[in-house]
C-alpha cells in the first residue's frame, strides 16, 4: 500500500545562507536541466559578478531556484558543489526524502503552476517568486521506496528523450558549421583591403531616452539588441518596436535596408546578420552599409562566416569591443562583382536549406521535450503507473 503524505515545502528545506567561497566552480540553472556546471556551456550569456564572494554557496543535495523564472521551471535538487547568483534562492534538504525524485516532482508541470499563481509582478518577465509564498505551497509524497523506483524510472526514459534530443541538436550544428565553413570559402578570393574601402557608411544605434516599455509598447519600427541575433544569418522580426512618438522625441539612428548588423560589444559581440528593411538598434548595435564595390549580402555572409575569428581578435577588456575603428580595419577579401553575385546565389540556397532543416528539427525537439515534461509529470501525479510502485 503506497500511503501518501501532504506536507508543505518548508518541511522538505530551509533556506541556507553561506557565501564567501569564490574560488568554487559557477553553477546555472535551466529550465530543462536544473542545476548544471556553467563552465562549457556557451548558451549562457549573463555576466557573473565582478564580486563572486557575494554568491550563494550551493551543496549536493541543495534545492536551487531562480526566484525571476521559477514559473517558468527554472529550479532543481543540485547534484554538485559549487556557488549561484546571490538572487538565486539556496535551501538545504531537512527531511529524509529521496532528492531525484524531489527534482522531479518540484519541476512537474502542476508545480509550475502554482510558482506561477504565487508569484508576483505586473508582467511575466517582472514576475518575482518570494520565498515565504514557495515555502506554503503544499506536496504530496509517496513513501521513499517508492520515491526510488519512481525517480529510477524516469533518469532511464528521460536519459532516453534526451540523447533524441541531443542527436538532433547536433545535425542542426553540423548544418550550420558547413554552411560556415562554405561562406568562408566563397567570400575568401579577391583583393585584400581594409573593411572601410568597401563602406557607404557606419553608425551605432542607442538607447531612447525615455521609458523602454513606454517606448516600445505597441510599436511600428523594429528595435534590435543583441537578443535578436540568431544562429541564422538573416534577422527575423524585432521583439520591440518603436512607437511614433518614440521616434519623434528621440533622433534614433535608422539602420538602412540592405545593411549588415553586427553586435559590437557585451557577451554576444561578433554576432553578424543582414537587414532587409529600415529599422533601428540598442547601442550594442552597429550597422554597415556597403558601397558600390561590395554587395551588401557579399559582406554579411563574410562577416557572419567569421564572427568566432572577429570576435577573438577584437579588443578586450572585460568583455569584446568591437568599436568602429576597429571594424573599419578589418581586412577582408573583395572579388569581382560577378564573382561576389554568383557566391551571394550559392550561400543564399544553402541557407534555405539549412533554414528548414534547423526548423524541422527544431519542431521536433519541441515535441521532444513536451513528451517529457508530460511523462514527468503523469509518473508524479500517479497518472502512469510504472513498476514497484503500489497504488493506494
Known amino acids: 500500500m503506497n500511503l501518501m503524505r501532504s506536507m508543505r515545502i518548508a518541511h522538505l528545506f530551509r533556506r541556507r545562507d553561506e557565501s564567501g567561497r569564490p574560488d568554487l566552480p559557477l553553477l546555472s540553472v535551466y529550465r530543462d536541466f536544473g542545476v548544471v556546471p556553467r563552465e562549457g556551456r556557451d548558451d549562457n550569456f549573463n555576466k557573473p559578478g565582478d564580486d563572486l564572494s557575494t554568491y550563494s554557496v550551493v551543496h549536493p543535495g541543495d534545492f536551487v531556484l531562480n526566484k525571476m523564472k521559477t514559473w517558468q521551471g527554472s529550479l532543481g535538487i543540485s547534484d554538485y558543489y559549487g556557488i549561484v547568483s546571490p538572487a538565486y534562492f539556496v535551501a538545504a534538504p531537512r527531511s529524509s526524502e529521496h532528492p531525484r525524485y524531489l527534482h522531479y516532482l518540484l519541476r512537474s508541470e502542476p508545480l509550475i503552476a502554482e510558482y506561477a499563481r504565487h508569484s508576483k ?71 585584400e583591403l581594409k573593411l572601410r574601402r568597401s563602406l557607404a557608411s557606419i553608425k551605432t544605434g542607442g538607447t531612447p531616452p525615455i521609458d523602454l516599455e513606454a517606448a516600445t509598447t505597441g510599436g511600428e519600427r523594429d528595435w534590435y539588441g543583441p537578443g535578436d541575433f540568431g544562429d541564422q544569418p538573416d534577422l527575423e522580426p524585432a521583439v520591440r518596436k518603436l512607437t ?87 581586412p577582408i577579401k573583395v572579388a569581382s562583382l560577378e564573382d561576389q553575385a554568383s557566391a551571394v546565389a550559392n550561400l543564399d540556397r544553402l541557407a534555405q536549406v539549412s533554414r528548414r532543416i534547423a526548423q524541422s528539427l527544431d519542431l521536433q525537439v519541441g515535441i521532444l521535450r513536451e513528451r517529457r515534461q508530460a511523462l514527468i509529470t ?3 501525479t500517479g497518472a502512469l503507473e510504472i513498476p514497484g510502485v503500489a497504488v493506494a
Open 121 to 191: 509582478g505586473i508582467r511575466p518577465n517582472q514576475w518575482d517568486l518570494p520565498w515565504d509564498s514557495f515555502r506554503d505551497i503544499r506536496l504530496t509524497l509517496p513513501d521513499v521506496n517508492s520515491q526510488v523506483a519512481i525517480a529510477d524510472y524516469l533518469d532511464r526514459e528521460t536519459a532516453r528523450i534526451d540523447s533524441l534530443i541531443a542527436a538532433k541538436r547536433r545535425i542542426v550544428e553540423i548544418t550550420k558549421s558547413r554552411l560556415i565553413n562554405t561562406a568562408r570559402v566563397g567570400t575568401s578570393v579577391g583583393q
Open 244 to 330: 511614433p512618438e518614440a521616434l519623434a522625441a528621440w533622433n534614433a539612428p535608422v539602420f538602412p535596408a540592405h545593411s549588415t548588423l553586427v553586435v559590437g560589444i557585451g557577451a554576444t559581440a561578433g554576432r553578424v546578420a543582414y537587414l532587409d528593411h529600415e529599422a533601428t538598434g540598442n547601442q550594442q548595435i552597429t550597422c554597415l552599409l556597403t558601397n558600390s564595390r561590395m554587395l551588401p549580402r557579399y559582406l554579411m555572409w563574410n562577416l557572419w562566416s567569421r564572427s568566432d575569428e572577429i570576435r577573438a581578435t577584437a579588443p578586450y577588456t572585460t568583455l569584446p569591443i568591437l568599436n568602429n575603428d576597429f571594424l573599419l580595419s578589418l
Open 378 to 380: 503523469a509518473v508524479v
